[in-house]
């Protein structure tokens, strides 16, 4: 047994490297790829399929490689879990010592025979553990068996015993006349119990290496055999043999182990354990004490008596003892690692009375009017909204949602109010608040609703989209009589454009003043010119501040095209070699607008407007507000033009050297 024991301690480095050979990649955060030397990396599929591999080619490469036994698909991934394997296996060698009850009598002066006079022996012992609890742990508890060899040689004292007895007799007998042979005792045994083992230190280039306090207590079954000594005389022949140890002569006394070989015991071992190397190996100091029985028999020659005896059996050792650990290699399926989403967005619902309110616009019944029937359930409950996902298969899901308002009369400045709202929760219903609810009906004002929700997973967060809805509480509109605006016409005028004239045009302002104004002298230019449209001043009342002129009473658009056809129906003039007719550009009207008295409001000025109006739908293309100032400017007759001196250039052409784009 003890050369099956050391051939176990020199095999178990071979078998560790077998098992490193099988590596695909290191993954484990308890390792690194410093702690373990570079080890062959499988070929993992072809082309895109980079980490994937096929079942049956996975077993051709990595047949030793534990793997889970629901892989049968055409294309896996796989991923190597790499970590300290819950099997260890350790040896233990050191010298023995009997232990006779107490201090004084195993290692006093005068040794008392306890252990059959056991002396110091050799103890060799092997244990297998395997730990429930994770390497990662730094208190680690398993269940070990350890097995092993020790042995006792007799004391010295016990020799001199035997000289005393031969001594003792008659005749008295020396010490060369007396043969003493002996074997030592031997015990084997077989013990099965708990082991604990607390992390002092950690490598940190190797996690794995550490330094680390074991202490087991284990019990099991001990073949014990006692010590065989038998002391004889060979010079007095004649005696009946006795014992296979005594070749002939007179028996003075024998020690022989009994049948009954085979007790029950326990073994206790405390030690601290020290890393070397980087294949988790460990080197330390045990201590180790056991305690069982022991049967023997004593032949005493001298009366030819048989003496049977059962005794406590018990020692202690100390010594060196090594630990190796293994790196356990799994390739298992890799699950993919996919990151939420979110592009579902939740299902929102707002109920009240047993009814929708998405997109509804509820009336308010005010209890102060008499004229309205208030057709109001009063015991009727809040709004209720809730919402549901939709996520087909929601990681870590929670929901925000929030309630707003808005009043039916708004304040300058004022935003939306946030009167109700859940953040990041699970909850799927948001408490209508009851300061907006009473007796039956929700507070007049416009509300909306908006809810998403959010995924958080260890490669991120996401957010949905939101669902909203809205809904509204109008109160009943009173009668508001309208007000009107009454519009006094000031100036209305005619631009145009004609490449030659020597007509003098009259500009008749509505006060009553005529002013003459253009040119009696052959002049090739291009001129807008103001034509006379309103004798006197033109006033209506309507809703609106301002109106299309198409839609002014009177006939005053019918003016505005006859005088656009009597314009564009002149002579044409040959201008550039092409004839070219006078063409109207665009109508200029001058407004003074006032609100007349209305719902108690005394007549109010709005203003002065310079209007531009378009040629041929008569609409307004440009309205601007004009000051006092600007007002009496447009409505001042200007000053008759003076005539310039003309200017000829050289030469006998004719030409004006100066053309002219004037509007008055």
């Known amino acids: 047994m003890l050369a099956g024991l050391v051939l176990l301690s020199f095999a178990a480095p071979y078998g560790t490297q077998a098992q490193q050979a099988d590596t695909v990649r290191t993954t484990s955060p308890t390792t690194t790829n410093q702690s373990y030397p570079r080890e062959n990396i499988y070929r993992l599929g072809k082309g895109v399929y980079t980490d994937t591999l096929r079942r049956d080619e996975f077993k051709a490469q990595a047949s030793d490689v534990a793997e889970l036994d629901d892989c049968d698909t055409t294309f896996q991934t796989f991923v190597l879990v790499r970590r300290l394997s819950p099997w260890r296996i350790g040896l233990f060698a050191g010298p023995n010592f009997a232990y006779c009850g107490t201090w004084e009598n195993t290692f006093g002066p005068t040794k008392r025979d306890n252990t059959l006079y056991n002396g110091a022996g050799f103890n060799i012992t092997a244990n297998v553990d395997y730990f429930f ?78 330094t680390f306090i074991e202490a087991g207590a284990r019990g099991g079954l001990f073949r014990t055999e006692a010590a065989t000594i038998a002391a004889f005389i060979p010079s007095q022949g004649g005696v009946i043999q006795s014992g296979p140890l005594v070749t002939g002569g007179s028996l003075i006394r024998s020690v022989n182990p009994s049948s009954n070989l085979y007790h029950l015991g326990a073994i206790g071992n405390l030690a601290i354990f020290f890393p070397i190397g980087r294949n988790n190996w460990n080197i330390g100091i045990q201590g180790q004490g056991f305690i069982t029985k022991l049967n023997y028999l004593i032949v005493n020659g001298q009366q030819d008596l048989l003496y049977e005896f059962k005794r406590t059996h018990g020692g202690f050792s100390a010594g060196l003892a090594v630990r190796k650990g293994f790196v356990q290699k799994k390739l298992i399926p890799k699950t993919p690692t996919v990151c939420p989403t979110c592009d579902s967005i939740p299902e929102l619902r707002v109920q009240f009375n047993g009814n929708s309110l998405k997109g509804v616009s509820l009336a308010y019944v005010d209890s102060t009017n008499a004229q309205q029937q208030p057709p109001v359930n009063t015991s009727a409950t809040a709004p209720v909204i809730s919402w549901r996902s939709t996520t087909p298969n929601p990681k870590n899901e929670t929901f925000t949602a929030r309630l707003y308002y808005r009043p039916d009369s708004v304040v ?62 109008v109160r009943p509109k009173r009668d508001v009589v309208e007000c009107e605006y009454r519009h006094r016409l000031e100036r209305l005028e005619v631009y145009y ?6 007509e003098v045009a009259n500009v008749c302002y509505c006060n009553g003043t005529i002013t003459s104004v253009g040119d009696t002298v052959t002049r090739l230019r291009y001129r807008g010119l103001n034509r006379r449209l309103a004798t006197s001043a033109i006033e209506f009342d309507t809703n609106t501040v301002i109106l299309n002129l198409r839609d002014l009473p009177g006939d005053l658009a019918q003016q505005l095209q006859a005088e656009k056809a009597k314009i564009e129906s002149g002579n044409a003039i040959r201008y550039k070699g092409r004839r070219v007719r006078p063409q109207v550009q665009y109508f200029r009207a001058v407004f003074t607008v006032t609100k007349l008295p209305c719902n ?16 041929n739908s008569y609409s307004i293309t440009d309205l601007k507000p004009l000051t006092d100032a600007q007002k009496a400017k447009l409505l001042t007759p200007p000053a008759p033009a003076k005539k310039k ?3 000829r250039r050289a030469g006998n052409s004719g030409r004006r050297s100066d053309v002219m784009f004037g509007v008055e």
């Open 133 to 210: 609890t994770p390497a990662t742990r730094r208190l680690r508890f398993g269940v070990g068996t350890a097995f092993g060899y020790q042995n006792y040689i007799t004391r010295s004292i016990y020799r001199d015993y035997l000289y005393g007895l031969a001594a003792a007799r008659t005749p008295s007998v020396g010490r060369d006349q007396v043969t003493i042979n002996q074997r030592a005792s031997e015990d084997m045994f077989l013990t099965v119990g708990p082991v604990l083992t607390f992390t002092i230190a950690r490598s940190r280039k190797n996690p794995d290496a550490t």
């Open 412 to 473: 300058a400045g004022a935003s939306d109010q946030v009167i109700a709202q859940l953040e990041n929760t699970t909850d799927t219903t948001l408490t209508f608040p009851t300061t907006y609810f009473s007796n039956g009906q929700v507070n007049p004002g416009f509300y909306y609703v908006t809810v998403h929700n959010r995924q958080t997973a260890k490669c991120g967060t996401c957010m949905s989209e939101v669902a909203t809805t809205s809904f509204s509480v």
């Open 497 to 502: 454009r004609t490449p030659y004239t020597r």
């Open 600 to 615: 108690g409001q005394p007549e109010q000025p709005v203003g002065s407007f310079n209007t531009t109006i378009s040629d």
């Open 645 to 647: 001196a003309t200017r």
